[in-house]
């Protein structure tokens, strides 16, 4: 565990050193580059835009209202009226999507026409008209992007998959035992009194249908008569040996072992939930085998805590299986298909959000999620993504490192 700790740090520190290379968000910057840049704020926390005496404050407004743009414009020291100025806003995102916003006046400002939907990461192009004079401005906004080069993300074991529909299937964990099934066990004893003879099968022994068990010579008329087997199975009891009285008693107990019982405890608050004919996944701890069945019934008594039984058929051809043992199995409850949904796995957090990550080419980009239900290793996605968007589906946390490493943040 503490090798797997000190290689997997030593590849995020090898990704931190090539993505300056490749990435155009996380480059390194120098401290003067850093105080050059830095962005300007106005009155209203929005970004400054200053060409000349003209200016403009874009601000995005998200108090009590999906996220807007607002338009505040200056011209020196003396502020204007919004119908004296003109504004539009192109936003390019990642994977080609342009949102074009327009501008209508209300109150001192300019109030966007559409929301300003997440992830707030786009590159903004700002065109002003006022008077005779046209005034555009261009700069990059991203936050939770990044980029990776696809021979070191498969390097690093970064898999992605397709957002798409599932079916989805709910399962109840349960707890029981193997037991013999009914009608299983044949106890064998003598027709005749007698001496037995011979024995031809013996404990532990597994025999067939009609094979010679036993040899027993009749007390009365001391002629030999054969035993044979009723039933496949194995001998699971021996109470006699070769010179002894058959008397009034069990011989020989064949038990036929190609089926067992799974007899399922479920208990009172998920009783209505379970029909009888669901599909059952069963585990036997100490193997890695799952058996799928059916439930075909379920015992009248309840357990002493209170546990209906539920019984399923598990086949156990080569005898590897043994009644008395304990398993667990998963008892479909609902199966469904959903529209859209995600691996568990791909998730992660991004300030106030849960995401994944969205691969455009080289680059990955948050994609906050609004999720639904979680079954098995899938979770259901409401909104935030498209259907059929790439996505990181295993080993996120290291594009989570690197996005957290560049510091790239929300502009507000």
């Known amino acids: ?239 006699v040996g070769v010179g002894e009285q058959t008397n009034d008693r069990t011989l020989l107990t064949i038990t036929n072992t190609d089926m067992l019982i799974a007899e399922l405890s479920v208990f009172p608050m998920d009783q209505k939930k379970v029909k009888l004919g669901a599909s059952v996944n069963i585990s036997i701890p100490g193997t890695e085998k799952v058996i799928t069945t059916q439930l075909f019934d379920a015992l009248f008594d309840v357990t002493k805590e209170q546990a209906k039984l539920f019984r399923a058929e598990v086949p156990n051809p080569d005898g590897s299986l043994r009644a008395g043992q304990f398993l667990s199995a998963e008892i479909l409850i609902d199966e469904y298909k959903v529209p859209l949904a995600v691996k568990a796995d791909g998730l992660q957090s991004f300030r106030d959000f849960t995401v994944v990550y969205a691969k455009v080419n080289e680059e990955y980009e948050v994609r906050m999620l609004d999720l639904g239900r979680k079954v098995g290793p899938w979770v259901e996605v409401l909104g935030g993504i498209s259907e059929g968007t790439e996505y990181v589906a295993k080993n996120s946390y290291i594009i989570k490192a690197d996005i957290d490493k560049s510091g790239a943040s929300h502009d507000h």
């Open 1 to 239: 565990m503490k090798l797997k700790s000190i290689v997997t740090a030593f590849l995020i520190g090898q990704l931190s050193i090539i993505s300056a290379s490749y990435s155009p968000i996380v480059a390194a910057q120098s401290a003067d580059e850093l105080v050059k840049n830095e962005v300007e704020k106005g009155p209203n926390n929005g970004r400054m835009l200053r060409d000349g005496d003209f200016s403009i404050e874009l601000a995005i407004f998200e108090d009590g209202v999906a996220p807007e743009f607002r338009v505040f414009a200056s011209n020196g020291t003396k502020e204007l009226a919004p119908e004296d100025v003109k504004v539009t806003v192109k936003l390019s995102r990642l994977g080609g999507v342009i949102d074009d916003i327009g501008f209508f006046n209300e109150n001192n400002y300019l109030r966007g026409d559409m929301e300003i939907y997440e992830p707030h990461s786009f590159q903004v192009t700002l065109t002003a008209k006022y008077g005779n004079e046209t005034h555009q401005w261009s700069y990059d906004n991203f936050e939770g992007r990044t980029a990776i080069n696809d021979d070191i993300a498969d390097a690093m074991l970064i898999k992605t998959e397709s957002v798409n529909s599932q079916v989805f299937n709910e399962t109840l964990k349960v707890y029981g035992k193997l037991k013999i099934a009914p009608n299983a066990v044949r106890n064998i004893s003598a027709r005749f009194p007698g001496e037995i003879k011979r024995l031809h099968a013996v404990l532990g022994q597994r025999v067939k249908k009609g094979q010679l068990l036993m040899t027993v010579e009749g007390n009365e008329s001391l002629q030999k008569y054969k035993i044979y087997a009723p039933i496949n199975g194995l001998v699971t009891k021996q109470d």
